[in-house]
């Protein structure tokens, strides 16, 4: 595998349910990063995480809960979702923060039900 | 505030027509700007960035943007459109070490 990859591609799941999304990137990079995309919107910067450590959370409700164990793996933890939650959540890497450009997965589209 | 507007949701041109994508941005330091290019069902992939070194940037696929300091503008073309080049558009610019802020996009239709 190459560049940055994201599962599951597609995730459908309830009100109570408990479930993770799981990023992983290739590319030897110190920054990882989740965005939620939903339609008619900008996408939204949710998480950063630098050298493994978080390092910008902007104000996003609790029942989103990110990981990032090592460099190279991200995860986003999910429970007791709203149907507002669906969207397609983007997983992110880059070489460091500053002005390197960030390679992007294709994305995990969720439907909360 | 800092932050970044696309000018037009929504841009159709025939296939060999001239492509212009509009993007400006707002910043009180000198900005680090990039195109990012969707395609259905698939993440962001990058065309093209500028970082200061010379403001006309080649990207990939025939496109380049121009940064013009006094228009706060960095709009992307592409001479001749392409069937293939049928995708949403991002503009984005990085506001600090941690933050990137994007545009809301704009899907580029190209008629045969």
């Known amino acids: 595998e190459t560049g940055v990859t994201q599962t599951p591609r597609h995730l459908v799941m309830g009100m109570t349910n408990k479930k993770s999304l799981k990023c992983e990137q290739h590319l030897g990079h110190n920054a990882m990063y989740w965005y939620k995309q939903s339609a008619k919107k900008p996408l939204e910067l949710m998480f950063v995480y630098s050298l493994e450590e978080r390092v910008e959370n902007n104000s996003v409700p609790s029942r989103f809960s990110p990981e990032c164990p090592n460099s190279s793996h991200l995860f986003l933890h999910l429970h007791t979702l709203q149907p507002e939650d669906s969207a397609l959540y983007l997983c992110?890497?880059?070489?460091?923060?500053?002005?390197?450009?960030?390679?992007f997965g294709p994305g995990t589209r969720l439907t909360v039900t | 505030a800092q932050s970044v507007t696309q000018l037009g949701s929504h841009v159709s041109v025939s296939e060999g027509a001239l492509v212009l994508l509009r993007c400006n941005y707002s910043?009180?330091?000198?900005?680090?700007l990039f195109w990012y290019v969707q395609y259905p069902n698939q993440g962001l992939q990058l065309l093209l960035k500028?970082?200061?070194?010379?403001?006309l940037v080649k990207g990939i696929n025939g496109f380049e943007a121009e940064f013009k300091k006094s228009e706060t503008s960095f709009h992307l073309t592409k001479p001749s459109a392409h069937m293939s080049d049928a995708a949403e558009y991002f503009c984005a610019v990085r506001l600090n070490n941690n933050d990137m802020r994007f545009g809301a996009g704009t899907r580029l239709t190209v008629k045969p």
């Open positions: 910043s009180s330091v000198p900005p680090y």
């Open positions: 500028y970082t200061s070194a010379a403001t």
């Open positions: 992110a890497s880059s070489q460091g923060t500053g002005h390197y450009e960030q390679y």
